[in-house]
Each structure stands twice: as structure tokens, then as C-alpha cells.
């Protein structure tokens, strides 16, 4: 669950239980209100059919909106954000994840503006690469230590609460020929527990 307490009136706003919600997409810097947006939908489970551990799975966004004037890349960065609005108070806006265009495909109509859909990852599929050349002397490796440098490695910070269930120092040898994901995988499996890229 993601802290909401330094959003200024999202708390407030939420417990009084009487509020709407609004959302927004930044894609490469640019804000797209609920105006351009028809849809949004993220996908953050981790199990695919009954609870189980060692999962390191990928976020996903699905996105219908008008199609913007401007060309947007493969691989841009997006970032989805909500706001509570209340009867006399706006909260700031929650960042939801940070996503990269997989596929892009626009539809176009003839009487009504282009509709450009978008189906995006998070930065969980950068793990797919090899496990980063290292010193072997440095092996074994604490897991917290391969975790950061896993990390490290994607562009990315390890939550800290990470840090308060991985308590065991369980030691790692030199995982060469193995990707990121496949030595989280293992991590995760030592702990019962499962790898995700927490929403900002």
C-alpha cells in the first residue's frame, strides 16, 4: 500500500468517505487529462491461477485514449496519476507506477478523433536481462547486497520495507548465466514471498 500521508488532503479527503476520483497520464513529460483518456487499466497481480511465491511478475497498463498530435516512441515512460476531489478539497496527485510502451496502435475514424491504444510494462522487465559480470571474489554475496545491485542495475530503488523481511543474510553465489529475474525469483522463494515494482 502506498503512503499517502505526505500527499497534502488525501487523507483527509478519503475519510470522509464522500469523494470522486480523477485521473491523469504523463507520457514523456506530457499531461493528458480525462478529456483525452477513455480508459485505464493496470494489472499488478501476482499470481497467475492460485497464490504461490518466487514471482517476480511485471505490471501491466492498458490505455485507450484520444490520439495526441504528437508522435509517441516505443519504450516512452508513463506515469499514471489519480487525485481525490471532495466537496471543498482537491488532494495532490498520487503517482501510480512508472510504465514503458510495449505496443502502440491507432485507430482512425472518419467523423471522431483518432484513438490511439497502448499496452505498456514496469521496470520488472528490464529483470529478463543477465545477471550483471562481476568480481567473482565478491561471491558469495549477501541477498540484500544482490538485491541492490539488481536494482542497481534495472534504474531502480528497493523499497525499503524490503529491508524489514529480508532479515536472513542468506548468501549468494555467482549467478552467471542467470537473468535478474531468475535470481529474485530465487530471493523471493527463500522467503516465501514474491518480487513487484511498488507504484511511487
Known amino acids: 500500500m502506498q503512503d499517502t500521508s505526505q500527499i497534502a488532503n488525501y487523507d483527509t479527503i478519503f475519510a470522509t468517505g464522500n469523494f470522486s476520483v480523477e485521473t491523469k497520464l504523463n507520457i514523456n513529460g506530457v499531461d493528458y487529462g480525462e478529456d483525452k483518456l477513455f480508459s485505464i487499466q493496470t494489472t499488478p497481480t501476482l499470481f497467475k491461477d492460485v497464490p504461490s511465491v518466487g514471482n517476480c511478475t511485471s505490471a501491466e497498463i492498458y490505455i485507450v485514449m484520444e490520439a495526441p498530435n504528437v ?11 489519480i487525485r481525490l476531489v471532495g466537496e471543498t478539497l482537491t488532494s495532490d496527485w498520487l503517482q501510480k507506477g512508472v510504465f514503458f510502451i510495449d505496443t502502440r496502435e491507432r485507430t482512425d475514424y472518419s467523423n471522431t478523433p483518432s484513438v490511439l491504444s497502448i499496452h505498456g510494462y514496469d521496470s520488472m522487465l528490464k529483470a529478463e536481462a543477465l545477471y550483471p ?28 520495507r524490503t529491508y524489514d523481511i529480508m532479515t536472513e543474510g542468506y548468501e549468494i ?8 529475474r531468475e535470481v529474485l525469483s530465487n530471493i523471493a522463494s527463500m522467503y516465501a514471498g514474491n518480487f513487484c515494482i511498488t507504484p511511487l
Open 133 to 160: 559480470e562481476d568480481d567473482p571474489g565478491n561471491y558469495p554475496m549477501v541477498d540484500t547486497d544482490v538485491v541492490d545491485l539488481i536494482a542497481e542495475t534495472m534504474g531502480i530503488d528497493v523499497d525499503e
Open 173 to 180: 553465489n555467482l549467478p552467471a548465466t542467470y537473468s535478474m
Open 71 to 81: 508522435a509517441i516512441p516505443k519504450m516512452a515512460m508513463m506515469k499514471p496519476y
